[in-house]
């Protein structure tokens, strides 16, 4: 799967939300998923959407057999949103939009104002871990969707966001509190919709590699987890699928061990390891082109901001005035399985990772779990 796969904003992982927003009523430009759609016009009580970070299409290949629950319920494969990571791909879930419109495009974003790279889940200094006095929320808000469907339906469909307790104060501690949860609110009168995140396998695989025996147990967890849900529930459909996939790290490259790339730079390096944003200084052009093409070009791709914007790779819309701020004058974006680092207080090695635009970083699975016919 070492292909170059370019995201689809047809049959992403943004067209489920849509999909579900539309099935609410709520009004959104983006299109349908039409088996998801037709799944969804059955009329289930519960609807209950499960993001498992990292949980990509290759990941499941080579760590669950075919005849597995999860592998006989892929009723499709779908693409991430660009670029292929976390931050960017959760908040298209749970936003309905691009990232060109939400703009948390990456791990860590460069704020001009600020004059730093700031990393958008934690509030700090990407390269000095220094906490920022700064509200990402208010520098970049957006409606989620469980807000947009409980005004469209008028408080008639009873939203619920269960994520981990390191992300929400009352959040869950493990897979088995969150089991419980769930089955606790699918019990009630009420028609439901639950979307819930975890960070899991994708935390494993970074630390121990995309093929390890402690990535397989983390997977398998995850199927007897979803297996045990899908047993214990009714007249509820369950949507699993994934934020991005991952590939194993073969080189890392240190922009410090480049002096004639590194001095063109006008800020340090931001967004992620595998989509990387770079400003330059005046005059500096030509010899950044000179630099990438001598040191990078046969791992990476070179995108002037003019060329992203034309490709619409952050998504078919009218750009995010801090999306423009964000993607600088050139993304970096890498085609094997080296990524591009620059050093920090506390660099740390990564067997696996993401964001690039590799198939396997790009395709995950739509697998819809129907009560009904089980």
Known sequence: ???????????????????????????????????????????????????FDGLGIDILNKNLPKDSLLQKHIVEEITSVFPPTTTAATTSYYSGKTPIEHAWLGWMCYFNKLNKAIELFK????????????????????STIYEQITEATKNKVKTH?????????????????????ICQLTKSNDRNFVLCYSPFPDKIIHRYGTQSDETQKSVLKTVRFIENIYKQLDDTLIIVSADHGLIDIEKEFFIEEYPDFM??????????????????????KEQVLSAFNRYFAKDFILLSKEEVLQKQLFGPAKPNPKALEFIGDYIIISKSHNSLRQKTASNEPLKAAHAGILKAEMLVPLILLNTHSR
């Open 123 to 142: 509030n700090s200094d990407f390269y000095t871990g220094e906490k920022i006095d700064i509200d990402v929320m208010k520098e970049l808000p957006y």
């Open 161 to 181: 966001k269960l994520f981990p307790d390191f992300i929400q104060t009352d959040g869950y501690k493990n897979l088995e509190e969150l089991h419980r949860t």
């Open 1 to 51: 799967m070492d292909s170059i796969h370019f995201p689809d904003y047809k049959h992403s992982i943004l067209n489920i939300s849509s999909t579900l927003l539309k099935y609410y009523g709520v009004e959104t430009p983006y299109a349908s998923l039409e088996k998801l759609e037709k799944e969804l016009n059955k009329d289930y009580k519960n609807v209950i959407l499960m993001i």
């Open 263 to 284: 001095e063109c730079l006008s800020r340090p390096l931001s967004l992620e390891d595998r989509t990387i944003s770079i400003k330059l200084k005046d005059g500096k």
